[in-house]
């Protein structure tokens, strides 16, 4: 059993940033692939981010490319989403999540390749 937790998220103005936060449980963090997902009101969970076990690939939505950064902390079981530029397109509820198996590229962007996920944290950007 795997527990996320994320934090951080908030108010911002357009234009401003965000660093959301996701602590997980469990004795193997550092081969877990995490994910970032979004869901927007009357909208599908989107595909924001994903790094891979040791943090040396990561994917993004073309939405976010350029603008959001995920990274890993592998001694401190957490994964970090470094939201720049925010617009009010960005507001949504954001989820972190592990993968059940392996992925890459358009594999790690379906939510059916994540087994576990968090509560889910509010950022709201305002124009």
Same mark, same amino acid.
């Given at each position: 059993q795997?527990?996320?937790?994320?934090s951080g998220g908030?108010?911002v103005?357009?234009?401003?940033?965000?660093?959301?936060?996701?602590?997980?449980?469990?004795?193997?963090f550092?081969?877990?692939?995490?994910?970032?997902?979004r869901?927007a009101?009357?909208k599908e969970?989107?595909?924001?981010? %994903?790094?891979?076990? $040791?943090?040396?690939?990561? =994917?993004?939505?073309d939405?976010?490319?350029?603008?959001f /950064?995920? !990274?890993?902390?592998?001694?401190?079981n957490?994964?970090?989403l470094?939201?720049n530029?925010?617009?009010?397109?960005?507001?949504?509820v954001?989820?972190c999540?592990?993968?059940?198996a392996?992925?890459? %590229?358009?594999?790690? $962007?379906?939510?059916a390749? =994540?087994?576990?996920?968090g509560?889910?944290t509010?950022? /709201?950007? !305002?124009?």
């Open positions: 795997v527990q996320l937790v994320e908030g108010l103005q357009a234009g401003g940033s965000l660093r959301l936060s996701c602590a997980a449980s469990g004795r193997t550092s081969s877990y692939t995490m994910g970032w997902f869901q009101p009357g969970r989107e595909f924001v981010a %994903a790094i891979i076990g $040791s943090g040396i690939n990561t =994917y993004y939505a939405s976010v490319k350029g603008r /950064t995920i !990274s890993k902390d592998n001694a401190k957490t994964v970090h470094q939201m530029s925010l617009k009010p397109e960005d507001t949504a954001y989820y999540a592990k993968a059940g392996y992925c890459s %590229a358009y594999g790690c $962007s379906r939510t390749m =994540y087994d576990y996920w509560q889910g509010q950022v /709201t950007v !305002s124009s």
